[in-house]
């Protein structure tokens, strides 16, 4: 069994910068795809960014483009978000989520990953 647990949430200025973990225990991350998800209260999941096993392949949202990096380090089992310029809209609870099927291509659909997270809570102050 896969248990993923992010870290590095917190409270920032508008403007400011976080990273989250994103550790896992129970299996080696590095076959499989990576994934971060946010969800705003009452509403679905949202796509942020994913991350190919072999990083080649690095997807993002259309607002998390150019602000947002995603990348992971194998050997420590851990993905990372690395965010940037963050403003109010981006306060949600971020989750980090990994995949059964290994060598495949990163999905952008929350539907596509098998493990989830708890979650981190982002708060941007304006």
């Known amino acids: 069994q896969v248990q993923l647990v992010e870290s590095g949430g917190g409270l920032v200025q508008a403007g400011g910068s976080l990273r989250l973990s994103c550790s896992a225990s129970g299996r080696a991350l590095s076959p499989y795809s990576m994934g971060w998800f946010r969800q705003y209260p009452g509403k679905e999941r949202e796509f942020v960014a994913a991350?190919?096993?072999?990083?080649?392949?690095?997807y993002y949202g259309d607002s998390m483009k150019g602000r947002f990096t995603i990348s992971r380090d194998n050997a420590k089992n851990t993905v990372y978000l690395q965010m940037n310029n963050l403003q109010a809209e981006d306060t949600a609870i971020y989750y980090c989520a990994t995949t059964l099927k290994a060598y495949g291509n990163p999905s952008v659909a929350k539907g596509d990953y098998d493990y989830w997270g708890q979650g981190t809570q982002v708060t941007v102050s304006s």
């Open positions: 991350i190919s096993w072999n990083d080649v392949a690095r």
